[in-house]
């Protein structure tokens, strides 16, 4: 599975919207990019994936750039209850449910 | 439609014995991953099973095994515990394996 870089803490303002990168600059054709977080002592929640074109759903959008080397997770109105460790992971979505975490980005969403 | 059930949510073991966690998978999941998350290390693949078989499997030592049931229930047992063992262990669940993985709540688990 490809490697992925993020920012080890990002600030939001409340209402604002979070825009969270990721750099996945090996990715190979084949490997989607999946978003989950995870808040405090809580089991990770899945958020969105996507392999090259944008997506979007009740949660959040996902930008994948053209070369798809990096993409931007958007919370659009962020508020205290986003605030999480955010991981980026890219995979084979045929094969298996292996994931490969890696730090993440915490996320404040301040008042 | 009910989450990813893991039991206990807590547990207390010496070291030196044996655990036996469960997982229950939403209804309809057929692939159940486990999942090790501590402050050093983070969250860790252990592995995944499929229709009762070991499909993939992370780099942890023979002393953490698991099996599948054929309802998709899943348990993972870790043999002669160490104080490192101390985690909080993860399910996911999903349909196909192919497919996003939900999560339960976990199992904290402290060795003493």
């Known amino acids: 599975d490809a490697k992925t870089t993020q920012p080890t803490s990002m600030d939001c303002a409340e209402g604002r919207a979070a825009n969270l990168p990721c750099n996945h600059s090996?990715?190979?054709?084949?490997?989607?990019v999946y978003w989950y977080r995870q808040i405090h002592s809580q089991g990770p929640q899945y958020i969105i994936h996507g392999l090259k074109n944008n997506e979007t759903n009740e949660m959040a959008s996902l930008i994948i750039t053209e070369d798809r080397k990096s993409s931007t997770l958007i919370l659009p109105h962020a508020t205290l209850r986003d605030t999480a460790v955010y991981y980026c992971?890219?995979?084979?979505?045929?094969?298996?449910?292996?994931?490969?975490f890696g730090a993440g980005t915490i996320l404040r969403v301040k008042s | 439609k009910a989450g990813v059930t893991q039991t206990p949510r807590y547990l207390i073991k010496t070291r030196g014995q044996q655990v036996t966690l469960s997982c229950s998978p939403i209804s309809g999941h057929r692939s159940v991953s486990w999942y090790q998350q501590t402050p050093g290390q983070g969250l860790q693949f252990l592995f995944e099973?499929?229709?009762?078989?070991?499909?993939n499997k992370g780099n942890f030592p023979g002393r953490f095994s698991g099996r599948q049931f054929s309802n998709s229930r899943s348990e993972m047992n870790v043999s002669t515990l160490e104080l490192g063992d101390s985690a909080l262990y993860l399910c996911?669940?999903?349909?196909?394996?192919?497919?996003?993985?939900?999560f339960g709540q976990g199992t904290r688990l402290t060795v003493v």
């Open positions: 996911a669940s999903s349909m196909t394996g192919f497919t996003e993985a939900f």
């Open positions: 099973y499929f229709s009762e078989t070991q499909r």
């Open positions: 090996t990715i190979s054709g084949n490997e989607y």
């Open positions: 992971i890219v995979r084979v979505r045929g094969e298996g449910n292996k994931l490969v």
